[in-house]
């Protein structure tokens, strides 16, 4: 059955990679399977409505990679139309909750589809839109497909039920970006250290003179947003400051991280909230941060001072250059491939337990609590 993915649902994807990934899992679920045929140049141009150059781009890696090839005056013909009925063709599924706009995922998934490619194996990529329900349908699929394995950024926290039973078909998986620690003994996965991050950032605000910080992060219950949590809160504990809840706001994890930001630190101004710096839990929360900061007529970093996490492009191009945690996003991407290539391959049992080291990169957005910024009490 042809899959009804459809181009310019992930927008910020190239378009002959989206191309792409529609073909293989065709090829894969047996579409072409009868005489082998993909349609012509000029039908995929006029049924995706692409140029000449973005469907031969498509073409031409999977030429590259093995599993087509083209006839002078024939066509372009899978490979081999048997490996397709037998499930041999070496895929890799991939699960992601959400692309657009997001450039650290984007970064990692630049990681994972080096390795891929370098190593001879496919990727078809699949959206699960933060729907837990239909994570498990895409696991599911992924079963049925006798895919080679599988990457996936979670969307269940606590509900594993499905991957719990894609474990079963021993089939490899490896987490990305997140990790269930009541899986830890059976899952293999890959992150940042976002509990040593936030606390780095936190440590360097209180190094500043600032005890009252507040922390501004997402609803969803994720690995990385907790961790964030923890090493907030142990920084502060750390250096004898009381843990105030009334600091710390959370707010719908959408893609419009910035509208959250915004959202939850003009809540703090809105109870009248005693606070003096900002630990945010990504770059784009915290440049919502300071919108609001400004609108209330306060300075960064003069009045408040502000702190990111990730350090995406437009951190350093701020009118305020963004002090920030920096996480190796590209090496989480490398390093889930390798190890999930490794357990297909047989090279490794155990389960593999990364965590990335992060890095406090200090620009101009935070210092040291002022006397100005004591008077007004405001933060």
């Known amino acids: 059955m042809e899959t009804k993915f459809k181009i310019d649902e992930v927008r910020n ?3 002959y990679f989206q191309l792409k990934q529609i073909l293989l899992t065709n090829i894969n679920n047996g579409t072409y399977s009868n005489d082998g045929r993909l349609p012509l140049v000029r039908n995929l141009m006029s049924k995706h409505n692409l140029s000449f150059s973005t469907v031969d781009n498509a073409l031409r890696e999977l030429v590259n990679e093995g599993i087509i090839y083209c006839e002078h005056g024939k066509g372009i013909f899978v490979k081999n139309p048997d490996l397709v009925s037998d499930k041999k063709i070496k895929t890799i599924g991939l699960i992601v909750s959400n692309l657009s706009k997001n450039q650290a995922r984007n970064e990692i998934l630049e990681g994972i589809e080096k390795i891929l490619s370098d190593r001879g194996y496919s990727l078809t990529l699949r959206i699960s839109e933060r729907d837990v329900k239909k994570e498990k349908e895409l696991l599911e699929s992924f079963n049925k497909d006798n895919t080679s394995g599988v990457l996936i950024f979670p969307v269940a ?33 890959v992150v940042s250290d976002n509990e040593g991050g936030a606390y ?23 690995t990385s947003i907790e961790d964030r949590i923890k090493g907030y809160k142990k920084a502060l504990l750390d250096n004898k400051i009381k843990v105030d809840e009334a600091l710390i706001k959370r707010g719908a994890s959408t893609e419009n991280w910035v509208k959250v930001g915004y959202n939850l630190t ?3 101004f809105e109870d009248n909230t005693k606070f003096t710096a900002i630990f945010a839990n990504n770059d784009s929360t915290a440049i919502g941060a300071i919108k609001a900061i400004k609108e209330n007529g306060l300075n960064v970093p003069e009045d408040i001072s502000v702190i990111g996490f990730d350090d995406n492009p437009q951190a350093s191009l701020l009118e305020v250059p963004l002090t920030t945690v920096a996480q190796l996003r590209y090496d989480i991407g490398t390093k889930a491939a390798q190890i999930l290539l490794d357990k297909i391959e047989g090279k490794l049992k155990a389960p593999q337990h990364v965590v990335l080291k992060t890095k406090l990169i200090i620009r101009k957005s935070c210092a040291l609590r002022s006397s100005l910024c004591a008077k007004k009490e405001r933060r």
């Open 13 to 15: 994807l190239p378009k």
């Open 157 to 189: 926290v606590e509900r594993t039920t499905a991957l719990r039973n894609f474990l079963s078909k021993h089939i490899p998986i490896v987490l990305v970006d997140r990790y269930f620690p009541h899986l830890a003994s059976v899952i293999d996965y």
């Open 200 to 222: 780095k950032a936190v440590e360097y605000l209180i190094k500043l003179g600032h005890k009252k910080i507040a922390h501004i992060t997402g609803l969803h219950h994720y």
């Open 266 to 268: 003009s809540q703090l």
